[in-house]
């Protein structure tokens, strides 16, 4: 196995550090391959927020099919349905209920209902400026896009949150496989309820199979940060916790906790 060590602000002093004498690599200015590892001090690397990863010998990106992530804290910085809320005045109670659901604590259907519901009234020009003025990319995720692009990989954009934000985004990004809800509209303004069957954890592993299923399990790739994104992370022959809830890190392959998406190519060769 090889150790993959990166970080912000690490360099190759820290790195020989935690190499204990292994022979060592550099993949970029702030990221490191430390070859034949076995064992890393976790908390020297918790306490200077450098990102750690045990990965297999001989691992390439190019030899990957899918990589499928999630959208809300993953591929964007935000919730965006707690940026609505804000623009509705109901910010502080969505995004308790969303951090409920993302831990785990409550079902992630019935929370959307709740959080949709607090929506009701408002004016689905909301929608185009959240998308407008809020909404950006997390770190890494067009470093991250491009490289699937350049190794035919194909992408899928798996979200609870709403079709509005996720086919801008698929038409923006060149994101081949998308899922999401929509939010029901009438008279210019949101009612307050979702259209159709809600898109929980069950839906996004439903998604994930169906575009994987003519691959090797080790050919694909699910990157996700909340309770919701396990069903599917589960499936996927390499998982990645991205700045996530600590019942995700835990379940997942290997996580980012300070990193940008882009990190995810630095644990293949």
Known sequence: MNLVLQGASLGEAEVKKLAGGKAIHSLTPHAWRVRGASTVDTGFCDRQ??????????????????????????????????????????????AAITERAMRGEIDYPESLRQRVSLLKGLDEKGLLAVYEKRLKLSEGAEALLAACKTHGVKTLLVSGGFTFFVE??????????????????????????????????????????????????????????????????????????????????????????????????????
């Open 49 to 94: 927020r450098i990102d750690y990863a045990f990965v297999a010998e001989g691992r390439r990106f190019a030899d990957l099919k899918l990589v499928a992530m999630d959208m809300d804290s993953t591929l964007i910085t935000m919730e965006t349905i707690d940026e609505l809320g804000d623009l509705a005045g109901k910010k502080p109670q969505i």
């Open 168 to 269: 801008r985004l698929k038409t923006r990004l060149g994101i081949d496989h998308t899922v999401s809800n929509t939010l029901e509209i009438r008279d210019g303004r949101l009612t307050g309820k979702v259209l159709g069957d809600i898109v929980d954890a069950d839906a996004k592993a439903a998604k994930f199979h169906e575009v994987a299923k003519s691959f090797r399990k080790e050919q694909t790739v699910a990157i996700g940060d909340g309770a919701n994104d396990l069903k599917m992370m589960a499936q996927a022959g390499y998982s990645v916790a991205f700045r996530a809830k600590p019942v995700v890190r835990a379940q997942a392959s290997c996580a980012l906790n300070w990193s940008g998406l882009d990190g995810v190519l630095n644990h293949f060769e």
